[in-house]
């Protein structure tokens, strides 16, 4: 059951948030102050902490750090009666899941504790499962060369180095083997001893016994196998690792067993062409009494051969078995690319808000002063309406005249006539450019699925630029120079989305004011981007890093650590690459290649 912890000074409060969790299936603690919320972190596996903005001891948005450094990974969703949309954009910026106001709606809060809940979750799981992909994938490759590497090798002392080498490094543990004489039956060791001692030649002898493989974890960790080929035995080869350490598990058994297969095969294939070799030299001597022997030999050679290849077979079977992981992987990675998108836009969020309040505020105040406008006219209208129809009802003419003039006399026609078009040029530039943003917004925010398509690539950074604008007005001045380029394959919304990330990172390398220039022009056989600022640059022991997922130089809560190592997939999945240039307290240069197509031609330009 998930255990979620609930920090508010108000006891009503707290027990009203109880009640509710508790009656939806969750283990509810409580908490009266941030000193207890740290002590609850040290004490309890939490999976969610509802946290109230403001406590006796602290605020709670200076309470997020503390907790992130105890629990990275925690969701913690934030509640205040003072609920407003400044505050529940710090509460995001400083690592806050989610943002609830006071007083509770029991709907809400619920929806929110099991978001954050399946969130916290599906970060675990993916973590979990990218760790196991890329263990299992890094001991399939050592799998995978053990076998090309034996196939090849006809030398037996280079198989027991080989062997050694690759056990060593797949289990971490210490190998020792035993080969049988063929004339006493007797073991003789090859090579040092390791952990376990008499344990584990008294396995080696059970194996060569009839026992078979076997796998102990009781005291020291050991597993044994013996070298048979047909059913014949020549060895045992044994791995054991110190006591207290950790045992090995079924799929290390599994894999153990394949390679001393593997390795029995392989060794007996060298003793037959060594065998072969020295008869070749006898042959001279003996070629009547010994051509027969030879072609038996010759058989073996070739049956040995034959299981190398089937061998090989299954490992081909297992090389496919990676890739699929290695698919499973990149569909991961997709995600993670789609989670950051949308992580972007939680950044600018805010921002593009405000882009969009802007020209809807003068729209309306040009509406409100259109309506003011239609006020002091009405007067007027009913009398030229009384002017239209004074034929028909008999009126005197100079009469109609004079209230005509009357109600015209306290309006400035003149102006009005020069002002009503003004207010409507402005009002329909105001509409465009919220249209452009809803576009941008759109055009950013689409899931294609890496369908390539033609696009320029000049539009899409204009889309990152529009969408991430009000990061970058407050702190630097943008400089484009935007050159005529060709159409290019690629996926438009991606693109944005590796722009938007160096603007975002442009605007929050700049302290104060600065400069941010952006430059497009087209090469021989590509597109080339350039993003560069001026601000605090980056140190050569950082830059050498930046690329690497979930590494950042923020404040726990402030930024995942993806946003550049995604662009840089992003731009490769392209065909493309992504440089940096730094020189701290100069400025940084993100330069950006993209390939025309996938055959290299230039697309017509649009």
């Keep these: 059951m998930a255990k979620v912890l609930v920090v508010d000074d108000d006891r009503l409060l707290r027990t009203m948030a109880e009640d509710l969790l508790t009656h939806s299936g969750f283990q509810v603690m409580t908490a009266r102050s941030g000193a207890e919320c740290l002590e609850s972190l040290d004490a309890n596996d939490l999976g969610v902490v509802l946290l109230d903005m403001i406590l006796p001891d ?10 992130h450094l105890k629990r990275p990974h925690l969701p913690v969703v934030i509640m205040t009666a003072y609920a407003s949309l400044d505050s529940a954009v710090e509460a995001i910026k400083k690592g806050a899941y989610d943002y609830i106001p006071k007083p509770l709606d029991p709907v809400l809060l619920c929806n929110s504790i099991e978001k954050a809940l399946a969130s916290h979750e599906l970060i675990r799981a993916n973590r979990e499962l990218i760790q196991r992909l890329e263990e299992r994938a890094y001991r399939l490759d050592l799998v995978n060369q053990f076998g090309m590497a034996v196939t090849a090798t006809l030398q037996f002392d280079d198989l027991i180095r080989l062997a050694n080498d690759t056990l060593s490094r797949l289990f971490h543990c210490a190998v020792q083997l035993w080969l049988q004489q063929e004339k006493t039956r007797k ?10 001692g008499e344990g584990v030649v008294a396995l080696a002898r059970q194996a060569l016994e009839g026992g ?3 796998c102990v974890n009781q005291g020291v960790p050991m597993m044994v196998a013996p070298l048979a080929v047909r059913n014949h035995p020549i060895g045992v080869m044994g791995v054991s690792r110190g006591a207290g350490e950790s045992p090995f598990d079924p799929d290390d058994f599994e894999i153990y067993k394949a390679l001393v297969s593997f390795l029995a095969i392989a060794m007996e294939n060298a003793r037959l062409t060594r065998d072969l070799k020295r008869s070749k030299e006898t042959v001279e001597e003996y070629s009547l009494t010994l051509e027969v022997k030879v072609r038996e030999r010759t058989l073996e050679l070739e049956q040995r051969h034959s299981e190398l290849q089937a061998a090989h077979a299954r490992l081909v079977q297992t090389t496919a078995n990676l890739e699929q992981s ?4 990149r569909e991961t990675r997709d995600r993670l690319i789609s989670q950051e998108k949308m992580a972007s836009l939680g950044v600018v969020a805010a921002g593009v808000a405000h882009e969009i309040n802007n020209p809807i505020g003068f729209v309306n105040s040009n509406l409100e002063t259109l309506r003011e406008y239609f006020g002091e006219l009405t007067p007027l209208l009913r009398v030229c309406r009384a002017a239209l129809e004074v034929g028909a009802s008999g009126q005197d003419p100079q009469r109609v005249l004079a209230d005509l003039r009357r109600a015209a006399e306290p309006i400035d026609l003149d102006f009005l006539q020069e002002d009503i078009p003004k207010l409507l040029e402005e009002s329909r530039q105001g509409i465009a450019r919220v249209s452009n943003i809803v ?3 759109r ?4 899931q294609d699925n890496w369908e390539m398509g033609e696009a320029n690539v000049n539009n899409a950074l204009e889309s990152a630029l529009t969408i991430g604008w009000n990061q970058l007005k407050y702190k630097a001045e943008v400089r484009k120079e935007l050159g005529e380029l060709p159409m290019i394959q690629c996926v438009a919304s991606r693109l944005a989305q590796v722009f938007l990330n160096l603007l975002v990172n442009a605007a929050q390398a700049i302290p104060e004011k600065g400069v941010v220039r952006l430059r497009t022009r087209g090469l021989k056989d590509r597109v080339r981007v350039m ?4 601000g605090v640059g980056i140190p050569p022991e950082i830059r050498k890093r930046i690329l690497d997922p979930f590494f950042t130089t923020k404040q726990p809560g402030e930024g995942t650590g993806l946003g550049l190592s995604l662009a840089y997939e992003i731009v490769q999945r392209h065909g493309g690459t992504l440089k940096v240039r730094s020189l701290p307290g100069k400025g940084t240069c993100m ?3 993209l390939p025309f197509g996938k055959d290299g031609r230039r697309l017509k330009s649009k």
């Design 591 to 593: 330069v950006v290649d």
């Design 439 to 441: 576009f941008d917004l």
């Design 531 to 534: 993003v560069a600022d001026t």
């Design 326 to 329: 290695n698919r499973q992987l």
């Design 443 to 446: 055009v950013f925010s689409r």
């Design 187 to 196: 073991l003789v060791r090859h090579g040092t001893s390791g952990p376990g």
């Design 58 to 67: 602290r605020n709670g948005l200076d309470l997020l750090p503390l907790i």
């Design 212 to 214: 078979g493989p076997s």
